[in-house]
């Protein structure tokens, strides 16, 4: 079974930093676009970053640039999501989702095929 499991949400405080991590099970990240989503409350669901495995190039939404860093450990089967200097408005809970190609990544949440069950991040002093 195809399956992604993200962890390594958590309480932190603003200028704070996270790992989180998205492993996969039943597959191999190779020839996959691997993305972070995001969602608030009362907000729609927004991309952070993406990896596209097969060329190996990254995306980053325009509020984490700077911040956020997405890689691949391929020996896990594991994505992380380095986030640095957290800030309120990053309180979410963060989704990590993939779809098979072998292009550059899209991060629209209607490319997509699974989903992760989400892991909360709450920045807050």
């Known amino acids: 079974q195809l399956q992604l499991v993200e962890s390594g949400g958590g309480l932190v405080q603003p200028g704070g930093s996270l790992r989180l991590s998205c492993a996969a099970s039943?597959?191999?990240?190779?020839?996959?676009?691997i993305g972070w989503f995001r969602q608030a409350p009362g907000k729609e669901r927004e991309g952070v970053s993406c990896?596209?495995?097969?060329?190996?190039?990254?995306t980053y939404a325009d509020s984490v640039k700077g911040r956020f860093t997405i890689s691949r450990d391929s020996a896990k089967n594991t994505v992380y999501l380095q986030m640095n200097s957290l800030k309120p408005e990053d309180t979410a809970v963060y989704f990590c989702?993939?779809?098979?190609?072998?292009?550059?990544?899209?991060?629209?949440?209607?490319?997509?095929?699974?989903w992760g069950q989400g892991t909360q991040v709450t920045v807050s002093s």
């Open positions: 989702a993939y779809y098979r190609t072998r292009a550059l990544c899209v991060m629209r949440t209607s490319y997509f095929e699974t």
């Open positions: 990896i596209s495995t097969s060329v190996e190039r990254t």
């Open positions: 039943g597959f191999t990240l190779d020839y996959y676009a």
